[in-house]
């Protein structure tokens, strides 16, 4: 099965940047969509981004557009979620995850990372 792996979490003040990486092993489909969502205590788990596997689309959710980019790096079989001008708002435990279908809602999603923590403090 897909296994997916998430690093780059820390602690960071505010206006500062983060490089999250999420690398993937095990049997997918080419087609695969792969995606950024997180999860802050008590709160439902949120979409942030998401990206084809070719590249072809990318979305992001309107609270991070312009401050965060995702991208991949086939050949690794990596996907990466760039943040900047994080905000304490964004403090979160950041998943990805992969589906056979590009969506932003987290039931599209067949496979999903551990997690890594982004702490942002002002």
């Known amino acids: 099965q897909v296994q997916l792996v998430e690093s780059g979490g820390g602690l960071v003040q505010a206006g500062d940047s983060l490089r999250l990486s999420c690398a993937a092993s095990?049997?997918?489909?080419?087609?695969?969509?792969m995606a950024w969502f997180r999860q802050a205590p008590g709160k439902e788990r949120e979409f942030v981004a998401l990206?084809?596997?070719?590249?072809?689309?990318?979305a992001y959710a309107p609270s991070v557009l312009g401050r965060f980019t995702i991208s991949r790096d086939n050949a690794k079989n990596t996907i990466y979620l760039q943040m900047n001008r994080l905000k304490p708002e964004d403090t979160a435990a950041y998943y990805c995850?992969?589906?056979?279908?590009?969506?932003?809602?987290?039931?599209?999603?067949?496979?999903w990372g551990q997690g890594t923590q982004v702490t942002v403090s002002s």
């Open positions: 995850a992969a589906g056979p279908e590009s969506r932003t809602t987290d039931s599209g999603y067949e496979y």
């Open positions: 095990g049997r997918t489909f080419s087609s695969y969509t």
């Open positions: 990206i084809t596997w070719s590249g072809a689309r990318r």
